[in-house]
């Protein structure tokens, strides 16, 4: 039993980091219909760029400014990542999503060219502490997870909820023919959901290292998980991202350490055609959730 509390505790923990990894791939599907291929290598890119602002690479900043940078640039480059595809989304969502591999590949070689294929070793400035709950046993790096979490989701749903570009992303997303006949421009809420996506990714990349290593293409492949989280929840619901984000965390521990760890990617790609198959529209619309 104490193995199965703790199996399902660390579950969430990494539940929260995949569905902050899916409500990004979640955000620029419902704008655009496109899927972003290119989402983990640019949140890998991204941790590196914070990496090399506090390792001595470029500079040797404090994690707050070296953060700040990081997303100042993120910006940038999500920006100019979705420019790249821009004329393919209104023709076709389907060579648009192929170009989103296309962006992948270009970032994980920017990546490998700036910091080499190395794989390096990244702590956040975290206190080493930890405290025993019965069978449960709970670190300074789960409680600053799952406060990351929380917050990164609480502002994404007032800023989509409050504000107007938040307005028109909903619009956008429920019916983009009639949003553009009144006269929202689509390429700026698209930009939106790219650029929001992108400082998802930078959070949550930033707090995925720290439990395994840093390559370029570490982080891209602990967003395939992502991607699981977005297929479970239905890839039209942030909050089914969410949801499945700690479906698929506590699922893959669960089957890591009563089957074998070997086998995980072979575990998410049968979890995804099973629910696939049972669950095409994603477990919330069966159970008649509301769409966010």
């Known amino acids: 039993m104490s193995d199965l509390i ?26 655009s219909n496109v899927v972003n291929f290119a989402h983990g290598n640019l949140a890998g890119f991204a941790a590196f760029l914070v990496f090399g ?65 190395n794989v390096v070793s990244m702590d956040l400035p975290l206190p080493r502490w930890r405290m025993q709950l019965g069978a449960l046993q709970v670190s300074a790096y789960d409680l600053a997870v799952l406060a990351v979490t929380t917050v990164a989701i609480g502002l994404l749903y007032l800023l989509i909820e409050r504000t107007r570009i938040g ?69 039209s619901s942030l909050a089914g991202a969410v949801v499945g984000g700690i479906f698929i965390g506590v699922l893959m521990n669960l089957l890591s350490f009563y089957l074998s760890a070997e086998f995980n990617n072979s575990y998410l790609l049968v979890t995804i055609l099973l629910v696939l198959n049972v669950f095409p529209k994603g477990v919330l619309a069966i159970r008649g959730g509301a769409r966010v």
Request: glycine residues 10%.
């Open 6 to 31: 703790g199996l399902v505790w660390a579950g969430i923990i990494s539940g929260s980091l995949y569905a902050m990894g899916a409500i990004g791939i979640v955000l620029i599907y419902k704008s």
């Open 53 to 117: 602002f506090t390792a001595g690479s470029f500079a040797e900043m404090s994690w707050l400014p070296a953060v700040l940078l990081t997303l100042a640039i993120m910006v940038a480059v999500m920006a100019l990542s979705y420019l790249l595809i821009a004329p393919l989304v209104f023709k076709s969502d389907l060579t648009s999503t192929i170009a989103t591999l296309g962006v992948g590949l270009v970032i994980q070689g920017l990546t490998q060219l700036m910091f080499g294929s």
């Open 167 to 235: 307005i028109a992303f909903r619009a956008v997303s429920a019916n983009p023919f009639a949003s553009r006949v009144c006269g929202l421009n689509l390429r700026a809420v698209h930009v939106f959901s790219w650029v929001v996506a992108g400082l998802l990714g930078l959070v949550a990349s930033l707090l995925i290292v720290p439990t395994t290593f840093l390559s370029s293409t570490s982080v891209a492949s602990f967003m395939l998980q992502s991607f699981a989280a977005a297929v479970v929840g239905g890839f």
